[in-house]
């Protein structure tokens, strides 16, 4: 199976900054299959990011994802109140699916 | 608006059975493929079963192949998850998602029903 590692675990930043997560693969993600789900508490997940770098439909524009192959990353251009989360990448290239462990996002 | 409501979650003993529904709405139902996805108390999000539009293919992750059984009645938009022998480990929200028509990826998720396997 595709093992997906995120990292940082835990990302502490201000609102309006930066942050830059990482999902990287065990094997590479065929055709970029890549997604990427935001999880607020006690929420499900949403859909963010499909296709490695294309927006889910009314998400915000400061969200980008890219990469290819085993590295992918998640930008967040400008946080919002809102964006202080968990976020995950999952592939949709090979079989079984697979979710990496998640990045917290919270405010320092 | 797509919609999506689980249902059947609960308490169950060690090498019980439950069965979990999900009613969507808001789409054509037998067009998408449809997954359970479930998430242990505090922990990541774990892929658990799969099923084509039309019903006739199925896939399972490995920890709950032999025990678990997929299945919708697309004349009712119902999605089932049919749970056998649960374990400990299975305890856990299960959210049902509809896979994107462009992969399998999830663009929309329920708001999960609590499955609590205990003795």
């Known amino acids: 199976e595709n093992v997906l590692t995120q990292s940082p675990g835990t990302l502490s930043l201000s609102p309006g900054g930066r942050a830059t997560l990482s999902c990287r693969a065990s094997q590479s993600v065929s055709s970029s299959y890549l997604a990427w789900y935001q999880q607020r508490p006690g929420q499900a997940p949403r859909l963010l990011i499909y296709?490695?770098?294309s927006r889910a439909t009314g998400i915000p524009d400061r969200f980008s994802g890219s990469g290819s192959g085993t590295d992918f990353t998640l930008t967040i251009s400008r946080l919002e109140p809102e964006d202080f989360a968990v976020y995950y990448c999952?592939?949709?290239?090979?079989?079984?699916?697979?979710f990496g462990g998640g990045t917290k996002v919270e405010i320092k | 608006e797509v919609h999506l409501v689980e249902s059947g979650g609960g308490f169950v003993q060690p090498g019980g059975s439950l069965r979990l529904s999900c009613a969507a709405s808001?789409?054509?139902?037998?067009?998408?493929?449809m997954s359970w996805v479930r998430q242990a108390p505090g922990k990541g999000l774990e892929w658990v079963s799969g099923i084509s539009g039309n019903g006739e293919s199925t896939y399972y992750a490995d920890s709950v192949k032999g025990r678990f059984t997929i299945s919708r009645d697309n004349s009712k938009n119902t999605l089932y998850l049919q749970m056998n022998s649960l374990r400990a480990e299975d305890t856990a929200v299960y959210y049902c998602a509809k896979v994107n028509s462009a992969g399998w990826h999830f663009d929309y998720w329920g708001q999960g029903t609590l499955v609590t396997v205990s003795s």
């Open positions: 999952q592939q949709y290239g090979s079989s079984p699916l697979t």
């Open positions: 808001g789409f054509t139902f037998t067009s998408y493929a």
């Open positions: 296709g490695a770098s």
